[in-house]
């Protein structure tokens, strides 16, 4: 089993719909997450790290259940912007080393 | 203007050749990461180091080796030992400690001749 398993998508949406996507983990002991961005052909950058309390950055809204191993990421009201590759990522147990998933893509058409 | 630079952006190995990646930052962080990735694959860790000269490898370190002289900087070497070298590779640095976000460089994509 994989350490974090996506849904790769593609998630087609209209501007201004909501998308919504999970991600789940494998290793109980996991204490950071985080979701990522990643363009096409560029490197991944931080979006948001994901708390146990769910946490929000403007039209972002990332949740985390340790019960259900999983962590979600909801886009509001989506911009043509937001088309890109979403990297899910956990922390290793003890350890600083991260464990990424293959990424869900999301395209908004106009 | 901090941040961290690879160098090139674009590489090709001929066959049994060796080629390094560049990899500095200025963002005074202590650990410094090495990852590949392949299409439709999460990224995948080759080496890292949380403090000079010293690295631990990750999990495909086959085919690579790295060094840590300076803070700074952390080359990869592709050696002619990796049949399969052909993928986008990313550094990466963090403050190694908290959250442990890491922050990456542009990338290089090396191909083979």
């Known amino acids: 089993r994989k350490e974090v398993e996506q849904d790769p998508g593609p998630f087609n949406v209209p501007e201004g719909a909501t998308v919504a996507f999970n991600c789940t983990y494998s290793?109980?002991?996991?204490?950071?997450f985080f979701w990522y961005r990643q363009d096409c052909r560029k490197e991944p950058k931080l979006l948001m790290s994901?708390?146990?309390s769910g946490n929000e950055d403007g039209r972002f809204t990332a949740q985390l259940n340790r019960a259900s191993q999983y962590i979600s990421l909801l886009i509001r009201d989506s911009k043509l912007s937001d088309s890109a590759t979403y990297l899910c990522?956990?922390?290793?147990?003890?350890?600083?080393?991260?464990?990424f998933g293959a990424g869900t893509t999301v395209t908004v058409r106009a | 203007d901090g941040g961290i630079t690879q160098s090139p952006k674009y590489l090709f190995r001929k066959e049994g050749q060796n080629v390094t990646l560049s990899c500095e930052q200025n963002?005074?962080?202590?650990?410094m990461y090495w990852y590949r990735q392949d299409p439709g694959q999460g990224l995948r860790l080759i080496y890292y180091?949380?403090?000079?000269?010293?690295?631990q490898k990750g999990d495909i370190a086959e085919g690579y080796s790295v060094s840590r002289e300076k803070k700074e900087s952390f080359p990869l070497t592709v050696t002619s030992a990796q049949k399969n070298p052909t993928a986008f590779y990313l550094c990466?640095?963090?403050?190694?400690?908290?959250?442990?976000?890491?922050?990456f460089g542009a990338g290089t994509r090396l191909s083979v001749l």
């Open positions: 990466a640095s963090s403050i190694s400690r908290g959250e442990n976000i890491q922050y």
């Open positions: 290793n109980s002991a996991s204490q950071s």
């Open positions: 994901v708390y146990s």
């Open positions: 990522v956990v922390n290793r147990y003890n350890d600083y080393k991260l464990s």
């Open positions: 963002l005074n962080h202590d650990a």
């Open positions: 180091s949380q403090i000079v000269n010293d690295f």
